[in-house]
């Protein structure tokens, strides 16, 4: 049976209240959202906070709406409601495509959006979408609010820059008019993590590739994304063998590791596959849009 | 701490450590054994009861964060000795062997259909597929939740009284 080292539990009642609980209750305290990554951190004794501060009574930052030219997520927001978003599908297909694939329907009831980026494992989806559409996240503390780009938020495996008092209130990602995206994932099950995964958007204009953006989990892309590609492509027309060429550049700046789900020259193979893939995808849906 | 919270429509409360994990408040102070604990790392959903109206995979909630909300369990399917249509679908269809799956499976069955009243076998795949079978081939469950929407799956509350489940058994 693994059950989790005592702890200590506090309920927040606004994101003022949780700022403060952190504060006092200092750096061994942890926000719990879904609770469905670190709770089995905990009961494995990987994780043994002091104190779990209960955030699932912050309903006011579970949203998703359109302000100021950005598609914004709350931290709260669960998977399963930004996979039904009718809004996060009409700008961005890649995350209803990704959050399908994200772990399963009882834990996406429980999950959060926040929850995944700030849990920051290193095979996490949404790390790898919120690089691909180059989101920024909104962090709170009691000094004020700072917006980090999803690209710079991650510091290592499981490690964000997020200071000991300070907490992801919003996720934001421009709306592109004109831009389509896509995402795709290879895994031995459904629940499970990602193999290889990719993302990406592009923006077309003139048939030529104006503005792209890729994403990659769990192959050791630095910071989820795959800028060299992107530099390559833009300019350029989206043919086979311009895509190919970024599937190669994208593959190039990973570094997997072997484990159970594959070795290193599988995962850099569906690096580059499915870096093709999604940006293929993408290509075609820009194009039935214009 | 003192929990409180709504379990089957009945107020129950209970002192716990915080780290005390939902799947076992359910079963072990409050003796609703329905809902079974499986393999304690949210894959295998045999722990899967309703929060608040939701599927949820109960070995990865902590009962004070269901402390003021609202828990419904296998045991709260039944209604004053009335099936509710999804255990007559698992009854009818054999989507059952071992049983060690059905209660999460049958929940998730009765939130889908409360839902979708009449979901395709693609998305009762889909709402399952959180869930593992060991027995059946998930086959017999998806006829069983077809059976259930195909006899008034949705309109348990009005539903009139039906025969015995021995009856149906037999």
């Known amino acids: 049976m693994q059950t989790p080292a005592p702890v200590d539990y506090a309920r927040a009642t606004s994101v003022e209240h949780a700022l403060e609980l952190l504060e006092r209750l200092g750096p061994e305290s942890r926000l719990i959202a879904g609770g469905h990554s670190l709770l089995p951190m905990m009961r494995i004794r990987l994780a043994q906070p002091e104190c779990v501060i209960d955030i699932n009574g912050l309903t006011d930052l579970d949203y998703v709406r359109v302000e100021g030219g950005d598609l914004c997520i709350g931290a709260m927001t669960r998977h399963s409601t930004v996979l039904a978003s009718p809004v996060v599908g009409e700008h961005y297909a890649i995350f209803h495509e990704a959050e399908r694939q994200i772990a399963d329907p009882p834990v996406r009831n429980r999950g959060t959006v926040g929850g995944s980026f700030c849990q920051a494992d290193p095979a996490e989806d949404l790390a790898a979408v919120g690089s691909a559409v180059k989101a920024n996240l909104v962090l709170r503390s009691s000094q004020g609010t700072r917006t980090v780009p999803a690209r710079e938020f991650h510091a290592g495996p499981y490690e964000t820059v997020l200071g000991d008092a300070e907490m992801l209130t919003e996720v934001r990602v421009p709306i592109r008019p004109g831009s389509a995206s896509a995402y795709d994932k290879v895994k031995r099950k459904v629940g499970d993590w990602a193999a290889a995964a990719a993302g990406a958007y592009v923006v077309l204009r003139d048939g030529v590739v104006a503005d792209v953006g890729i994403g990659l989990t769990a192959v050791g892309a630095p910071h989820f994304c795959a800028e060299e590609a992107e530099a390559y492509l833009v300019g350029k027309t989206p043919t086979d063998e311009h895509l190919l060429e970024a599937g190669r550049l994208a593959a190039q700046a990973c570094t997997p590791r072997a484990d159970q789900r594959g070795p290193v020259a599988y995962k850099v193979h569906l690096a580059s596959e499915l870096t093709q893939r999604v940006l293929r995808r993408s290509v075609e849906r820009a194009e039935g849009r214009s | ?170």
């Open chain 2, 1 to 170: 701490m003192q929990v409180k919270m709504t379990v089957n429509g009945t107020e129950v409360s209970g002192e716990i450590e915080p780290r005390l994990l939902l799947v076992h408040f359910v079963r072990n102070h409050l003796g609703l054994t329905g809902t079974h604990w499986g393999c304690d790392t949210s894959q295998c959903g045999t722990c899967v009861l309703l929060l608040d109206g939701e599927p949820v995979k109960s070995c990865t909630v902590l009962t004070a964060m269901a402390d003021g909300h609202e828990v419904r369990t296998v045991e709260g399917l039944e209604v004053d000795g009335r099936l509710d249509p999804v255990q007559e679908g698992f009854m009818q269809e054999h989507g059952l062997q071992c049983g060690f799956c059905t209660p999460g499976m049958m929940l998730t069955a009765r939130w889908l259909l409360d839902n979708d009243p009449d979901p395709d076998d693609h998305t009762i795949r889909e709402a399952i597929s959180g869930q593992l079978c060991r027995c059946t081939g998930y086959e017999n469950i998806v006829r069983a939740v077809r059976w259930a929407a195909e006899h008034g799956g949705e309109e348990q509350a009005e539903r009139e009284p039906q025969e015995s489940s021995q009856e149906v058994q037999a």
